[in-house]
């Protein structure tokens, strides 16, 4: 499958609503992207399958605040600058490359490393959505390196990580990020094609392009986009339970920097009923309480949209006032694994509560 | 000349005194150098001169917050694997180690690093007496890179940075330092023979020697052991004016952990006279005041020693009732440059005075 420039923006789209708040707005991301589509025409997206046992296969994303990202542009040389280092570290050319995670705008920043390097993307992720840290990716839930791990910045520094576990990656990496600037670009997880082969999460590209692209068309057809998002979700495989969580108005909104994060809960109210809806963040948004009870909790996806045109509002952009529609949907299952659990569930995020999977805390499709 | 095990406490002494304040108690490095001295029967010490002009020449130290370093202890192969990544990295066997700063514990860190690498140590350093940050380097004023750097930390992980420039990779250093843990070996600054010749401070390890030794000598033979230092600063040549500025008692401390270091400003009530000194530090002591009028200014060394036994009390160790007196030095001819002192004078640390030298503020010595 090829990767066309009509299909960037349903890329980008789709990404996005995976965020479930986070991974950052991907609108430089998809101007880069059509920047380095321009040069090589199309991207060629491949299946894991495709790639053979011994393939170098490279994840790659920003690691960063958000809130910089849109202000401190890249020098355009990031990423081929730490690929390129990757390769002379392992002693082999990098064969192809994924998304670290595929929401938001490092959804689409494997698009820019293939268009460098001249090869394909798989069509996989490390999270199947977004996630605030970097140790919270299926890699190191299933025991692998984030070693050698390249960090690049837009001042043109570069630093190679090989630290004794992945914990303490994320801790180097993401202090080095913000001497660096706030933003840089991150080669992590290198992997073998087997190694990509049976663990990482297999279709996530795919499925953000085809969640995109059903909701543009049905904008274009007059339909309801929520509906269709729900509907191509499900069809996805990967994330088979979808629902419109909640629909209302932002009434109130309490968000803080805090270690490096952006931190806060937004209270939506009903239209019409008497219901509210509270939901907490910390990047990406993690808990969704319905009039106290919970409705969706982490992994599983929390995404707050504009109520008329399904954009995906992440948590940095959420106002007092905005018209909104919460999707829910069920997180991909190698997420929901019990060990899974102990990286993204919501102990790793310090809520005491357990997880509980959505379609079991809403049985009734309401979208 | 051979640095033999009866000499390492003469060392440690020396350092402490060129420490300035600063650069860490060297108790836990003289522990290790002893440790390594077993092993080896001795040091090599040879002077920049016998440097061959292709040699690769490797200034080591740590990095981080001396408090962590008491509580912290190294894992021992922190420094053998940073500078084996060194080799690595330029494709070259190290000839020669180096303090990166003579001062505090790291006047003792290349003595390890030359006895896991069995290779000498070169009578120099990078700052003639210790500073907080890395940038404040002979080798940085005179524009040579501190890249490839090499940082290791006790947990077993590894840094390679390659950064823009020297204050960015102090700032990336720093914040790594940090995510390790606190506290980390670095090997930086990597230089050729040649550049070691013309830029390295000559001398300023046996002038460390030399003056822990006529501090024990003097103690020895029942002398006055500040009239002994201060006499062999001076002969050293490099510390070529050498005072004891004030006599007293610690009457009032303030110090705080801010940013990473150790502020503060600590007042002396002299003995009889109506006389007061005080002394404002960032990690090392910055600026002496007698009687609000200034006697001695960064780079120029002040050192604060037990009026008793001149054991150098580092800023960490001040406490009030100390008896104390207070020694200046001049510093290195090579800090009081005009470019150097943008990097090391008062302005640096954000003091509004300019430069004057000790000599000057302090025509009659006192000692």
Redesign the interface.
């Known amino acids: 499958m090829r990767i066309e420039r009509s299909m960037l923006a349903d890329l980008a789209r789709g990404a996005a609503f995976l965020g479930s708040g986070g991974g950052g707005d991907p609108y430089y991301s998809l101007l880069l992207a059509e920047a380095a589509i321009e040069r090589v025409g199309s991207f060629e997206l491949i299946s894991l399958d495709e790639l053979p046992d011994g393939a170098l296969v490279a994840p790659c994303g920003w690691i960063g605040a958000p809130t910089v990202s849109v202000e401190k542009l890249p020098n355009g040389k990031e990423t081929v600058s730490g690929l390129k280092r990757l390769e002379k570290i392992v002693g082999q050319k990098i064969d192809a490359v994924l998304p670290i995670e595929i929401g938001g705008g490092n959804g689409l920043a494997p698009l820019i490393a293939a268009a460098e390097l001249g090869v394909p993307i798989v069509d996989c992720d490390g999270m199947g959505r977004a996630f605030p840290e970097s140790q919270m990716t299926i890699f190191n839930i299933r025991n692998l390196s984030a070693c050698p791990s390249v960090i690049t910045a837009a ?11 992945n914990l ?1 990656h994320e ?2 990496a ?3 990020s ?3 600037g706030g933003i840089a670009h991150m080669v992590e997880y290198p992997l073998t094609g087997a190694e990509a082969k049976a663990n990482a999460i297999p279709g996530s590209v795919s499925a953000a392009l085809a969640t995109g692209a059903a909701i543009r068309e049905a904008h274009e057809r007059g339909a309801d986009p929520f509906a269709a998002l729900n509907e191509a979700l499900r069809q996805t495989g990967l994330y088979p339970y979808a629902i419109t969580l909640f629909d209302g108005k932002i009434t109130d909104l309490q968000r803080e920097t805090r270690g490096g994060f952006s931190v806060g809960k937004v209270v939506i109210d009903g239209f019409g009923a008497n219901d509210q809806m509270e939901i907490d963040f910390q990047n990406e948004n993690l808990i969704a309480k319905r009039n106290g009870e919970i409705c969706a909790v982490t992994p599983d996806l929390i995404t707050v949209m504009d109520r008329e045109t399904a954009d995906t509002i992440t948590t940095e952009k959420l106002k007092y006032g905005q018209r909104v529609k919460v999707v829910g949907a069920a997180a991909p299952a190698m997420l929901r694994e019990e060990k899974a659990l102990t990286f993204v569930g919501p102990n790793a995020f310090g809520l005491e509560t357990a997880f509980e999977p959505i379609e079991q805390l809403n049985p009734k499709d309401t979208s």
Chains 1, 2 share one sequence.
């Open positions: 001042c043109g520094s570069l630093a190679v990580l090989e630290t004794d576990n303490t801790r180097a993401r202090n080095l913000v001497a660096l």
